[in-house]
């Protein structure tokens, strides 16, 4: 590992102190080098995943999260598989070379419909399909396996367990992680992050978050900043650092060389350039939201996450042409990790032998 704990904390430390003085005026060196690693491996191609999120139904109370369970205040839907499959092909004409279905954590769906999305999708069109559906039981996760999802994107959120806990009522950090290592188990290319600068979260926890985060092995990793969303108990909190965010994904760029790291839409929330900052900084993936805009609005997990009323297919584009921009290049092939078998199979094969 390139860089020791202590060293992690200081430099998650020192760029706060910086941003106090109003010292933005470049990229960070840490921010710069991840950048060349992330083209060292990827040359300058950014992978593209279209994210259909397919309801907004959670079982789950997330202190941090709009779709929580308490808010009433949100308008749920689900979506029919015929939309779901008309979603589909607009993102694959996009260009999208892996379909991200998304939704919140709940018992409610017949694991078996889901099942059935999947290989629909899969017959129709040459893609990835990663599922993002929180904590299921293995057998459905194995159902999910077969029906051909290639991806299973679980984020722990913060490896800290008192503040897990206190973010996520009921749930704990060890058992989130015990799923990640069922999933990577199963065979599925599995990936999962934190959130940066949530309420609690000092420099010595993001360090490790980032430290236990980068000792999995995992396909795919992701950091986003903590947006407060206003229908949520942390609704007057304040909103995570971009640097911090940045510096964040560097850090597991430069851990995780082969891995997809997506520039995350939160990052754009903070910021008109955050997405492309986080390209600079080591990501090699985007992710634009291929939900139909009937209900964009409403998968309101932070403000600003999805903008209503727009057509997806042209949110797509305009980001498209930002990235393009940029001087990255586009290709709509479905990029598996690069992440070498050695660093996965521990985890693969343990409980198997
Ligand atoms: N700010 C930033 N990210 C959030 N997520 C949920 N709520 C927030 C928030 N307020 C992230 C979590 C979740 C993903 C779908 O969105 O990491 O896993």
């Known amino acids: 590992m390139p860089y020791s704990r202590r060293e992690i904390i200081h430099i998650l430390r020192s760029a706060a102190f910086q941003r106090a003085k109003g010292d933005r005026s470049r990229a960070h060196p840490l921010c710069e080098e991840a950048g060349q690693a992330a083209r060292t491996v990827f040359g300058q ?25 308490p808010n009433t205040r949100l308008d749920r839907y689900t979506l029919s598989h015929a939309d779901v499959l008309h979603a589909v092909d607009t993102a694959v004409q996009c260009g999208m070379g892996t379909i991200v ?24 069109h040459r893609v990835a399909v990663t599922l993002s559906l929180g904590e299921h039981p293995e057998d459905v996760y194995r159902l999910w396996r077969d029906s051909g999802a290639d991806r299973y994107l679980l984020k722990i959120e913060t490896t800290d367990e008192a503040l897990h806990q206190r973010l996520r009522p009921g749930q704990t950090a060890a058992t989130r992680l015990r799923h990640v290592e069922r999933l ?42 903590f947006i407060p969303h206003p229908d949520t108990p942390l609704g007057h909190s304040s909103r995570g650092c971009l640097t911090q965010a940045l510096l964040a ?17 939160a990052l754009d929330s903070i910021s008109p350039e955050g997405r492309i900052l986080g390209l600079q900084a080591g ?15 409403a998968y309101s997990i932070y403000p600003g996450k999805n903008r209503p009323g727009s057509k997806a297919a042209d949110i797509a584009t305009a980001l498209q042409q930002r990235v393009l921009s940029a001087g990255f290049e586009l290709t709509n092939i479905t990029g598996n990790s690069k992440t070498p078998l050695f660093s996965r199979l521990p985890r693969m094969l343990e409980g198997t032998l």
Do not use: H, W
Not at 104 to 124: C, F, H, N
Not at 286 to 293: A, E, H, L, N, R
């Open 45 to 69: 191609t950014i992978y593209q995943r279209g994210v259909i999120e397919f309801s907004s139904q959670c079982d789950m109370a997330c202190l941090y999260c709009g779709l929580r369970l």
């Open 101 to 124: 279905l998304q939704s919140g954590q709940t018992a409610q769906p017949d694991p078996a419909l889901i099942a059935e999305l999947v290989s629909v999708i899969k017959s129709r």
């Open 184 to 225: 990577q188990r199963l065979g599925f290319e599995t990936g999962s992050g934190i959130i940066s600068g949530l309420p609690g979260m000092t420099p010595d926890i993001l360090a490790e978050d980032l430290i236990r985060l980068s000792s999995l092995g995992l396909e795919m990793l992701a950091v986003g900043p």
């Open 249 to 265: 994904m560097a850090f597991l760029r430069l851990q995780n060389r082969g891995a997809n790291i997506p520039a995350t839409s």
């Open 283 to 297: 990501a090699n993936v985007i992710m634009p939201s291929f939900t139909p805009d009937t209900v964009r609005g």
